[in-house]
Structure formats: structure tokens, C-alpha cells
């Protein structure tokens, strides 16, 4: 009665056949047919060498080895039911889940203050955050390393799925005593003007200046830095301006003495995408966390 030789999905018929006291009754619970029911029961009797049930009138009455074996095991097919269903449901109330995301320093902050504040009836869910180089992504989702990653929109394969989260427009920000800051940005003013670049290279253009350039326009870059905190510390203390994504700018300028003007062209928004690998994208905990992320961008926006 080696348990190697038995297949499992036997004891789910013979907890049925148990439960049912029919074939028929059985074969109509389980969705198959009698043949396959009387099939999987022959086997039971095989592999048990014990009849299992014996046929009285209409019904199919368990022999003494079947009650004896049902009540050693049906605590343990429960438990084993129970654990599949955690596979097709979840409760966020009641489940402990850790989900880990892929976020670089912008994203941190612009994120997490009202992910934190929509999950703070779920006190069994944790949040990890960190920074992985963006090479890295898509192997770190397949191995389940990353549950979500969120970025901008980048070439993945297509074992990576992702969705649109928001669209975050470009801004111009200038300290609030900034003479620009009274008299208007011009196109002219801009580009007589010094420009911080925010970017994690070390040369190459901004996104703004693709744009401007098919303008036939060129910025002038004074400091070319890593993080948007770190450049608009420069701004409150230069002349110099910043383009960046208006979410975070108006985070900052909330603190600092900084003001937001419009770009005097129409740049190119940042659309920020949700990746996950397809793997793990029917897991309830995971299509429930999607849910969160989109239901509270919805009311943001």
C-alpha cells in the first residue's frame, strides 16, 4: 500500500463515492462518467485488496476498512483542499503575503505613502521595495524574486505582462523668486536658461530633449545628477532649472521653495507601466494586489 503507488486523485472519488452512496450520485458530483467512477473504484479495491463498498438495494454501504481508512483520512484531504483553494482565492484580511516590487527612487515616493495608506486595513500584508538594475527585471520576475516591478515602458519579452498604470506629464521647476518665475517661460527664456539633468547615465540626452531637438532646439546642461530630491535642492539654491514628472514635482515643491511652471513646448509624457511575469499572473494574491494598484491610481487621478 505504498503511498507512491496510490494515485490521489483516487481519494476524491472514494471520499465521494462515501459522501454519495451512488455511483450514479457520484459520477454526477464529480463530473465524469459512471464507467470512470466504477474504474477509479476497482482501482481502490486493487490497490486496498478490500471491496471498499458493497452494493445493498440502492445504495453502496463502506465495508469496515473503508470507514476505518475515511476517518484517518479525510482530516488530511481536508487540509489538502483547504490548501488548494488558498490557490483560487484570497483574503487579504486574513492571509499573511509579502509582495515584493521593483521600484526606483521616484517611484518610491510617488507610490508607496498611498499604497501604504489603502493597505492599512490588512495588517498581515508586507510590502518589500527595492531597486534592481532594469537589465535584471524580467529575471528577477521569472524567478519569483519580483512579484512586481514599476517603470517606465521598456522592451520586455513576452513571458513579461504589463499595463499602462498612469501617464505623468513634464514640468518646469524654477526657484519661487526665480525672475522666470514672474515673467512667464518662453521658448527662447528656456533654452537661454541652465539646466539640471536628472539620469541614472552618464552622458546621453533627457527625454525632453528628443522633443525639443526635432524642434531644432538644444538646452544648455549645467549639472547632470542622479536623483530628481537631490537636483531640486540645486534649484532652490541656483538659477538653474529642472524638467521633471509633475507627481513628484508637486510632492517636492509641497516642502521646498520651489514653484512649477509649464513647459513652454508639449513634451512627451512618462508612462509609467506595472510588469509582471505570466507565470504568476492567475494568482489570486497577486490579481487582488493589481486590483489596488489600479483602483487607488484611479481615484488619484
Not at 452512496?21 to 465524469?32: E, I, N, P, V, Y
Not at 505623468?168 to 539640471?196: C, F, I, Q, T, W
Request: aromatic content about 8%; hydrophobic content about 40%; glycine content about 2%.
Amino acid at each position: 500500500m505504498a503511498l507512491n503507488r496510490l494515485d490521489l486523485n483516487l481519494l476524491h472519488v472514494f471520499d465521494t463515492i462515501y459522501r454519495e452512496g451512488s455511483l450514479t450520485r457520484a459520477a454526477k458530483a464529480l463530473h465524469l462518467t459512471q464507467p470512470a467512477v466504477s474504474h477509479s473504484l476497482s482501482r481502490l479495491r486493487d490497490h486496498f485488496d478490500d471491496p471498499l463498498f458493497t452494493r445493498q438495494g440502492n445504495q453502496m454501504v463502506p465495508t469496515p476498512l473503508a470507514r476505518r481508512f475515511l476517518e484517518s483520512m479525510r482530516p488530511g484531504l481536508t487540509q489538502i483542499q483547504s490548501a488548494v483553494n488558498q490557490f483560487h482565492a484570497f483574503d487579504p484580511a486574513s492571509q499573511r503575503k509579502t509582495y515584493s516590487l521593483g521600484l526606483r527612487d521616484i517611484l518610491e515616493s510617488t507610490y508607496l505613502p498611498q499604497l501604504m495608506k489603502r493597505l492599512a486595513p490588512y495588517p498581515e500584508l508586507e510590502i518589500t521595495s527595492q531597486r534592481i538594475a532594469r537589465r535584471d527585471m524580467e529575471t528577477q520576475l521569472a524567478a519569483g524574486k519580483l512579484d512586481f516591478a514599476v517603470d517606465v515602458l521598456l522592451p520586455v519579452s513576452s513571458q513579461t505582462s504589463h499595463e499602462l498604470l498612469r501617464q505623468d506629464r513634464l514640468v518646469v521647476l524654477a526657484r519661487k523668486d526665480h525672475p522666470l518665475v514672474a515673467h512667464g517661460l518662453s521658448m527662447e527664456n528656456y533654452l537661454e536658461a541652465k539646466h539640471v539633468l536628472v539620469s541614472s547615465r552618464t552622458e546621453g540626452p533627457g527625454i525632453e530633449d528628443f522633443e525639443l531637438s526635432r524642434l531644432g532646439a538644444h538646452r544648455n546642461i549645467r549639472l547632470r545628477c542622479q536623483h530628481y530630491f537631490a537636483a531640486c535642492r540645486v534649484v532652490e539654491e541656483t538659477d538653474l532649472l529642472l524638467t521633471m514628472p509633475e507627481t513628484y514635482a508637486r510632492l517636492i515643491a509641497e516642502r521646498s521653495n520651489i514653484s512649477i511652471m509649464d513647459p513652454p513646448a508639449d513634451l512627451p509624457s512618462i508612462d509609467v507601466h506595472l510588469y509582471w511575469h505570466k507565470a504568476y499572473e492567475k494568482e489570486p494574491a497577486l490579481i487582488w494586489f493589481r486590483q489596488q494598484l489600479r483602483d487607488y491610481l484611479d481615484q488619484d487621478q
